[in-house]
């Protein structure tokens, strides 16, 4: 195709158009599904695509097979626990993210739709596919740094069990800090005393003032995207507020936080940052607030809508 035709395939369809965008989570739907961050990060990213002058709906993976997705121009689906198969010779645009459980994604999958993304730059795809590293993204406009009681001392997790003790919570509760932690989350009656769980849940309207709030906020990783390098979409709506933030190790985390999210080894390594003086540990608040900036403006889920719109618009030309 010489550079005229190009130009005028630009020009064409697409050009200035609005496209009606569908994006599937793995949440269920309802009540449910409310509970889940899947269903916040899918609105955030059809707020951004809604800034960029696009339309935008969510639905839960119950809606991927409902005959309105031919009416849809593009259809994002963020992968998660369960795998979503696209209709064959479908004129709609299907884009697969995938934000979590890389290990269940295959080869078959990754070939069924039109590109696929990954919230990792260092996840090798089966059978070499092509894909494109997109990571977890943050609304800057929710959150961002807020003013904070110079004398709180709260160790914030928010966070369901995942059928698990996990780590981040059992060493917190081992440190001197333990009377500090705010407990978010379901599941954890089976291994805290209930006294020790603030609350089941914590409105994601909330989250910007909790992490601005709080002393310390604490995050860990299932294992395999700590392998793979899939990191949490915590650590940058958390880091994005201007929080001081603890998390376990993950394949490429210094390269995307720098210094300004502090890393434990196990437990026991944990148990010794909470009990060194804050001031050791973290940074000032002025670096925390240029890390905060940082990460608005290379990690906000208008540049990854944008990246969407670009890939979505070229394939479509190319139709």
């Not at 800034?51 to 809606?63: E, L, N, T």
């Not at 645009?93 to 260092?122: G, K, M, T």
């Not at 609304?139 to 698990?164: K, M, N, Q, Y």
Request: with cysteine; aromatic share 8%.
């Amino acid at each position: 195709m010489n550079a005229l035709s190009r130009i005028r395939r630009s020009l064409s369809r697409d050009s200035g158009r609005a496209l009606q965008w569908t994006i599937v989570t793995s949440a269920p739907k309802g009540e449910a599904g409310e509970l889940w961050g899947d269903t916040w990060f899918a609105r955030d990213l059809a707020a951004a695509l809604r800034r960029a002058g696009q339309h935008a709906r969510v639905v839960s993976r119950a809606g991927a097979t409902s005959e309105r997705r031919a009416e849809d121009d593009v259809v994002v689906v963020l992968r998660g626990l369960r795998e979503v198969v696209p209709p064959v010779d479908s004129s709609t645009v299907w884009l697969l993210w995938v934000i979590s459980h890389p290990e269940l994604v295959s080869a078959d999958e990754l070939r069924s739709y039109d590109a696929a993304f990954v919230a990792s730059e260092h996840w090798k795809a089966p059978a070499e596919i092509e894909v494109t590293a997109l990571l977890q993204a943050t609304d800057p406009s929710r959150f961002a740094p807020l003013s904070r009681d110079s004398g709180a001392h709260d160790v914030l997790f928010v966070g369901s069990t995942r059928g698990e003790f996990r780590p981040a919570v059992r060493g917190v509760l081992r440190s001197d800090r333990a009377d500090d932690l705010l407990l978010y989350g379901v599941g954890w009656a089976e291994f805290v005393e209930q006294s020790r769980i603030t609350g089941e849940f914590l409105a994601n309207e909330d989250l910007p003032a909790a992490y601005s709030a709080a002393d310390i906020v604490l995050n860990d990783h299932h294992r395999e995207m700590a392998e793979e390098g899939f990191l949490s979409n915590r650590l940058f709506d958390a880091v994005a507020s201007g929080a001081r933030v603890l998390t376990d190790r993950a394949v490429g985390l210094e390269e995307t936080f720098g210094a300004c999210v502090v890393a434990f080894d196990n437990e026991d390594h944990l148990v010794d940052l909470l009990a060194q003086p804050i001031e050791v540990v973290f940074g000032d608040s002025a670096s925390r607030r240029l890390a905060a900036a940082r990460i608005a403006e290379q990690h906000s889920f208008d540049q990854r809508a944008g990246v969407l719109i670009e890939r979505a618009r070229e394939i479509r030309d190319t139709r």
